[in-house]
């Protein structure tokens, strides 16, 4: 079963693909410009997308998916927020890390808090008529500086929580079972962002409700 999921970033494609294949659901990229609704919402956005997209699908009987993301910083009051996308190709992660030059403690936990942020995810998947919304969170924080060795976007400067050993995301600054030990997702491989990340929550909730789409 082909999934055509609707984005220009290469990144988001290989996380969809890394997931969904191991439930053996093909997904390919879908390179469709959809007009973006001023909203301050990514679920309001997100289902605009999909809209859009729907009478373009390549094959009516595929699935399509749209997601819509963005990394909302506490001390920011949310910023970037739904512009995430337009702050990247303005002030870049190097603009959002002077922004936040002033907010530091040498204690650790009371620094964590001063930067926290969130990933969020909202996904749409379509078949057949009918969609499916799921929701993702990822809490953590900005870190000092950048480090860019893998993924896209803001990963260079996110430091996701800890968790739980049921996966759960505990508060910025304790100690879980899993722990990226204060590296951003920029540092990690695909497989370690997969355990914390926001889009793979997202996917997640999807595929457990994939049986009500027939
Ligand atoms: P979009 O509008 O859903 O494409 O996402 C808004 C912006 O957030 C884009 O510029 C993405 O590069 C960035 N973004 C979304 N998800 C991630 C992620 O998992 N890591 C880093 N940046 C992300």
Redesign the pocket.
Known sequence: MTVWFM?T?KGKVEEASEYFSQHGLVVKQFEFEAVEPQADDLKTVALSKIEQAIPHLPNPNDMLLV?????FISALNGFPGVY??HA?KTIDIHGVLKLMSHLKSEDPIQDGNLRKAE?R?VSVLYKNGQKIVSEGVCPGRIGHEAVVTN?????PI?IPCDLDEEGNALAVGVMGAKSTHGKP?GAILLDQKQQY???HRALQGLLSQLDMLG
């Open positions: 984005t970033n997601e819509d993301a963005g990394l995430s996308s990247l990933f995810a993924g896209f976007g803001f990963d996110f997702f990340s926001h889009r």
